[in-house]
């Protein structure tokens, strides 16, 4: 059964600090790893994808995958409350054609 | 630029009725995802289709769901005789390649049975 674990917070974190949001996975032939963005009543918005070990950065958010240790985390610099929003995890295995979400991380950003 | 998108954004059904939920994907895409978020919890992938054909429709519950993305026009997500129990956000994705492609989101479809 593939699995995504994420703390479900919330988590709260001043303006102008760095969130930090992780996630473990137990499919060990996961490949491909999202990070979407979902404003309540709203439809997930892609953040940042990354495939490979290491960090990848774009702007103010920054991916980090560990395939050994079945972890990847994002990192928010700069936290603005407009940041306030549920975080899903998401990855698609070598055995599967869906993106497998987790329950998402519920962030806010406090002026 | 238009992204996915779907049609209706609302939809209030009672029970026993059809439910219609259509999905048109991103220019250029022809790889479409069916996904639901029942209230309180996570996206459940549903179905994946190419165009004329479904590739994957395990997460798909075996009676009354139905989907089809055919050569001409959207997507289509079916429910036949709803239950309260389909009380929820549908959300097509679609992506340009394959399954291992970034999915972009449309804005969903909330259904209500009453």
């Known amino acids: 059964q593939k699995e995504v674990e994420q703390n479900s917070g919330p988590l709260s974190v001043p303006e102008g600090a760095i969130a930090s949001l992780n996630c473990t996975y137990s499919d060990r032939g996961s490949q491909s790893f999202f990070w979407y963005r979902q404003y309540s009543g709203k439809s997930p918005e892609l953040i940042m994808f990354i495939y490979s070990n290491g960090d990848k950065e774009d702007g103010r958010f920054t991916a980090q995958l560990n395939k050994a240790s079945q972890y990847v985390s994002l990192l928010i610099r700069d936290s603005q409350p407009s940041d306030s929003a549920t975080y899903l995890c998401a990855f698609v295995s070598n055995s599967g054609y869906a993106l497998n979400f987790g329950k998402g991380t519920s962030l806010l950003v406090t002026p | 630029n238009a992204g996915v998108m779907q049609n209706p954004r609302h939809l209030v059904r009672r029970r026993g009725q059809e439910a219609r939920l259509r999905c048109s994907p991103m220019?250029?895409?022809?790889?479409v995802y069916w996904y639901r978020q029942l209230p309180e919890e996570g996206l459940k992938f549903m179905v994946y289709l190419q165009k004329e054909n479904i590739i994957d429709e395990s997460g798909m519950p075996k009676e009354r769901f139905s989907a089809e993305f055919p050569k001409e026009g959207p997507s289509i997500l079916r429910i036949q005789q709803v239950v309260r129990g389909d009380s929820a956000a549908y959300f097509c994705?679609?992506?340009?390649?394959?399954?291992?492609?970034?999915?972009?989101f449309g804005p969903g479809t909330r259904l209500t049975v009453l």
């Open positions: 220019k250029g895409h022809s790889h």
């Open positions: 994705a679609s992506s340009p390649r394959d399954h291992t492609d970034t999915q972009y």
